[in-house]
């Protein structure tokens, strides 16, 4: 059984709408006017999804979501589809009522996007997003009109299999399994490039769905890819990062060294609207509140999701999602565990505001950085 759509929550009095300031500001810190105290932008946001979820933060502390593995966030019923403004797909996978990690987790994402997207003031179209969200998010919406699908793309996040298959469904390439260079424009159609109304009727009409990872699990895989194996990265960032954040780098650091605390320092003073892509809150690049997915896929269970995907919009059988190459390496939970623990817990309590809308909207948990969590 699942909640009804809850009464949006209402802002104390004399305060901004929630929509309205999220706009204004970018999540990170600010000075609440000139000389005044730093102020925590997302503060009132934070409460806002605590309320929302029933208890985030009391399942959080008894170790419910601390512990439970990484599942699926599909639709769960008519009543969802609906208010997401869509009707359920055929092949519509339904809920385990047996398993009460997925209920549990099903709920607090259900509950969060009703309450955090139904605010007064938040994002209910594309249109009403400032004109740099907007046009960030239609670059990242890919658009496929033969199968009449939309498809949000998050960096880290399979997104250049995600094309590949695009590829091969417009007849470009042969087969996912073709060996070149992904290029990651050509050959492709993105929302950016079409008119308004053209824009508003694919939203209206074709199948919307992105996939999503553990937010810093995402964030350690972009800092391993970008700054481990990629020159461009290492100069563009790498080097004035190393500048702004290690006492005595000099003035011409390679930058192919950035440590991860140096990393999230970086982030720390970074506006998530401004981002580059790779380490972007998924909220900035997809806008889930102005746009009505049909579908949330899982990193963690991406095969079968995207194959699920791809039997909703009844591609061709001999199409299917690319397997894991041999040679990769994914970021591990154990990965992470250590990157967390080694970072200082004050820079990762910095960070976290930045992705609070990643962790709540999508239901991941949050991490944890207890003494004894790290030294076991």
Not at 310 to 328: D, I, K, M, N
Request: aromatic share 10%; glycine share 6%.
């Amino acid at each position: 059984m699942f909640p009804r759509p809850l009464t949006p929550l209402a802002a104390p009095n004399g305060a901004e709408p929630l929509g309205r300031a999220l706009r204004r500001a970018p999540l990170g810190r600010a000075r609440a006017g000139l000389g005044g105290p730093p102020l925590l932008l997302p503060s009132m946001l934070m409460f806002a999804v605590i309320v929302a979820s029933s208890g985030l933060l009391l399942m959080i502390e008894r170790g419910i979501l601390a512990e439970m593995k990484p599942l699926p966030l599909h639709p769960p019923n008519r009543e969802d589809a609906v208010w997401r403004g869509t009707a359920p797909r055929p092949g519509r996978l339904s809920l385990d009522a047996g398993d009460s990690d997925l209920q549990v987790r099903q709920d607090v994402r259900n509950r969060t996007l009703r309450a955090v997207c139904g605010q007064p003031g938040m994002p209910r179209d594309p249109w009403d997003l400032p004109v740099g969200q907007r046009r960030t998010l239609l670059r990242h919406i890919l658009v496929n009109d033969r199968y009449r699908f939309l498809y949000c793309y998050v960096p880290k996040v399979a997104c250049s299999n995600w094309k590949r298959v695009l590829k091969v469904l417009a007849g470009v390439l042969d087969n996912v399994d073709v060996r070149l260079k992904m290029d990651h424009r050509s050959d492709l159609v993105f929302l950016a490039d079409l008119r308004p109304d053209e824009i508003r009727y694919r939203l209206q009409h074709y199948f919307k769905f992105l996939f999503v990872r553990d937010p810093l699990e995402r964030l350690l895989s972009a800092y391993r890819n970008k700054f481990g194996e990629i020159r461009e990265y290492q100069q563009r960032y790498g080097a004035d990062i190393v500048r702004r954040y290690r006492a005595g780098a000099g003035p011409s650091p390679a930058g192919d060294d950035v440590t991860f605390p140096e990393f999230l320092r970086y982030l720390v003073d970074e506006d998530p609207e401004r981002m580059n892509e790779h380490w972007m809150p998924v909220y900035y690049l997809c806008q889930p509140c102005a746009v009505h997915y049909d579908f949330v896929g899982s990193y963690e269970r991406l095969e079968a999701d995207a194959n699920q995907v791809l039997e909703w919009v009844r591609a061709p059988p001999h199409v299917r999602f690319p397997a894991r190459q041999a040679w990769y390496r994914p970021a591990s939970p154990e990965s992470l565990h250590y990157h967390l623990c080694s970072a200082p817990r004050a820079l990762l309590q910095d960070v976290l505001p930045k992705y609070i809308l990643d962790f709540s909207l999508f239901a991941y948990p949050l991490p944890n950085v207890t003494r004894e969590a790290c030294h076991k």
